[in-house]
């Protein structure tokens, strides 16, 4: 008798997900260029000081023919690319006439020159057009197609990142497209924004600076409260300085503080497409980051768009929260909390049991839960996935917002493996108790293929967010942190990879 292997038990197959690509590929588009008023001697990077005053001085000992020359040569060069060009020139132009002796009487082409010179062109996606987010437009019509907005990181110049969008459609069967965005992309000047004093007092804790002093001037104030109070509370821990310690650190950390909370707004009559979110509080001055959308619906019905994004400053980053209702008009807030610190929170479309749910990688390398009351305070995170694949061995992620399903939230995620490989998998949690995970990916759904490697930072795919329409997934990627993809997938055969978890 021949002996025989014992018989061991195999695990049942699991299919793997089947992605369709588009063939959508968003490129960085150079010629995307904004205005920025620029100061000679200022740059972000060298030393030095300002060389505003010999500027002016030898615009103003130009003569008039000369002037006159100038401003036909920029009209003809530039005028095509910027919507308003002289209004930018004027209003740049205003910005340095305090050095001006004010008996100087100005031609109308002088001054335009002025603020010519005190002007430069920054292409937003010169470097790169990545990591995007998608999420249902404001305004649908009844064909059956659904239109969506399209959130785009652009980076230019010095690494710098903004916030941009693309609009777009999908229709019942898959098919998606992507508008040419406007000839026209556009900043907005900010506004002071309301303040909320559960963050101000966590962000000073953070600081060792939420003692006495912050007490004094945050207290008396009510939950949310705007500029002009928090000026009258800060006028009185100035006149308390005699019996006080440390009143202007204290000071000095309230009125940054106050910076991160902004109000900007477009001209209705721009498109979505040229709307750039750019950095003005000082946590991000040196970019806004992965911005991760979600279509929020609250008890009544109502939506909101919300994103967190990642502010940076050159050397930290931390959260930051955009509201908006119709991508026109967008308030910025600082989020605070143990939950919230680092990069990757995102937010559930709906409360959960009463309270704002939201995805969390505060540990830099597990997946959490955290909930909060109020959107802005994230003080605590639950760990419910820790790598365990070789393709996430070094860390995990979240892609986006999750997705609601008959069967649990469909959460996309990211798993950095070996030679610094990101590939995407997801995982299922339970619609009551999303710290429970129903279920996950065995394998990738998606890795970098010999012809999605290559770019800025090799090796990479990463997507802030999905759309579901029907039964079709729209997953928006950006490659290698240089160009976007968009692929589809089948929400229900997508469900059927994921093996239970015990």
């Known amino acids: 008798m021949i002996p025989t292997e014992p018989m061991i038990p195999t695990e049942p197959m699991i299919p793997t997900a089947i992605v369709t690509e588009t063939g959508i590929d968003l490129c960085p588009d150079r010629t995307r260029v904004i205005t920025r008023f620029f100061v000679p001697g200022r740059e972000d990077v060298g030393p030095g000081e300002s060389r505003a005053a010999h500027v002016i001085e030898r615009i103003l000992n130009l003569g008039e023919r000369d002037v006159e020359a100038a401003m036909r040569d920029i009209d003809e060069r530039f005028s095509h690319r910027h919507q308003a060009l002289h209004d930018t020139f004027r209003e740049h132009a205003a910005m340095v006439t305090s050095r001006l002796d004010p008996g100087v009487d100005l031609s109308t082409a002088r001054r335009l020159l002025l603020g010519a010179s005190f002007t430069h062109e920054y292409a937003i996606e010169a470097a790169a057009l990545c990591n995007p987010s998608v999420v249902l437009h404001p305004q649908q019509d009844t064909s059956g197609d659904a239109a969506f907005i399209l959130s785009v990181r652009g980076m230019g110049e010095g690494h710098r990142s903004s916030i941009g969008f693309r609009t777009g459609t999908v229709t019942a069967t898959g098919t998606v497209t992507i508008d040419r965005p406007g000839p026209f992309p556009r900043t907005a000047t900010p506004t002071p924004g309301l303040h909320q004093r559960a963050v101000f007092h966590a962000k000073l804790s953070q600081l060792a600076d939420d003692r006495e002093n912050a007490t004094h001037v945050l207290n008396p104030l009510p939950?949310?409260?705007?500029?002009?109070?928090?000026?009258?509370?800060?006028?009185?821990?100035?006149?308390?300085?005699?019996?006080?310690?440390?009143?202007?650190?204290?000071?000095?950390?309230?009125?940054?503080?106050?910076?991160?909370?902004?109000?900007?707004?477009?001209?209705?009559?721009?498109?979505?497409?040229?709307?750039?979110?750019?950095?003005?509080?000082?946590?991000?001055?040196?970019?806004?980051?992965?911005?991760?959308?979600?279509?929020?619906?609250?008890?009544?019905?109502?939506?909101?768009?919300?994103?967190?994004?990642?502010?940076?400053?050159?050397?930290?980053?931390?959260?930051?929260?955009?509201?908006?209702?119709?991508?026109?008009?967008?308030?910025?807030?600082?989020?605070?909390?143990?939950?919230?610190?680092?990069?990757?929170?995102?937010?559930?479309?709906?409360?959960?049991?009463?309270?704002?749910?939201?995805?969390?990688?505060?540990?830099?390398?597990?997946?959490?839960?955290?909930?909060?009351?109020?959107?802005?305070?994230?003080?605590?995170?639950?760990?419910?996935?820790?790598?365990?694949?070789?393709?996430?061995?070094?860390?995990?992620?979240?892609?986006?917002?999750?997705?609601?399903?008959?069967?649990?939230?469909?959460?996309?995620?990211?798993?950095?493996?070996?030679?610094?490989?990101?590939?995407?998998?997801?995982?299922?949690?339970?619609?009551?108790?999303?710290?429970?995970?129903?279920?996950?990916?065995?394998?990738?759904?998606?890795?970098?293929?010999?012809?999605?490697?290559?770019?800025?930072?090799?090796?990479?795919?990463?997507?802030?967010?999905?759309?579901?329409?029907?039964?079709?997934?729209?997953?928006?990627?950006?490659?290698?942190?240089?160009?976007?993809?968009?692929?589809?997938?089948?929400?229900?055969?997508?469900?059927?990879?994921?093996?239970?978890e015990p």
């Open 223 to 500: 939950p949310c409260f705007d500029d002009a109070e928090l000026d009258a509370r800060i006028e009185w821990l100035s006149a308390d300085i005699a019996t006080r310690r440390h009143t202007s650190t204290t000071i000095a950390n309230l009125r940054s503080l106050a910076q991160s909370s902004y109000r900007v707004e477009y001209p209705i009559s721009s498109h979505i497409s040229e709307r750039v979110l750019w950095p003005h509080a000082p946590a991000e001055s040196h970019g806004m980051e992965d911005a991760r959308f979600v279509r929020f619906i609250d008890e009544c019905g109502d939506v909101t768009y919300y994103a967190t994004y990642t502010a940076f400053d050159g050397t930290n980053v931390c959260q930051q929260l955009l509201e908006t209702t119709d991508f026109t008009t967008f308030n910025v807030t600082p989020m605070a909390g143990a939950a919230a610190s680092g990069k990757g929170l995102a937010l559930f479309p709906r409360k959960i049991r009463g309270h704002y749910a939201a995805l969390s990688r505060s540990d830099r390398e597990t997946n959490a839960i955290a909930f909060s009351d109020d959107l802005c305070c994230w003080n605590t995170a639950q760990t419910i996935q820790t790598p365990n694949r070789p393709w996430e061995i070094l860390q995990l992620g979240n892609c986006g917002s999750p997705i609601e399903t008959e069967d649990g939230w469909l959460v996309l995620t990211h798993g950095v493996g070996p030679m610094r490989t990101y590939s995407l998998g997801a995982i299922l949690l339970d619609l009551d108790e999303p710290q429970r995970v129903l279920a996950r990916s065995e394998t990738p759904i998606l890795t970098p293929g010999n012809d999605r490697r290559d770019g800025y930072v090799p090796n990479v795919i990463y997507s802030c967010g999905a759309l579901a329409h029907n039964d079709i997934l729209v997953l928006p990627y950006g490659i290698a942190d240089q160009t976007i993809s968009v692929a589809t997938l089948s929400i229900k055969h997508l469900l059927s990879t994921l093996r239970t």
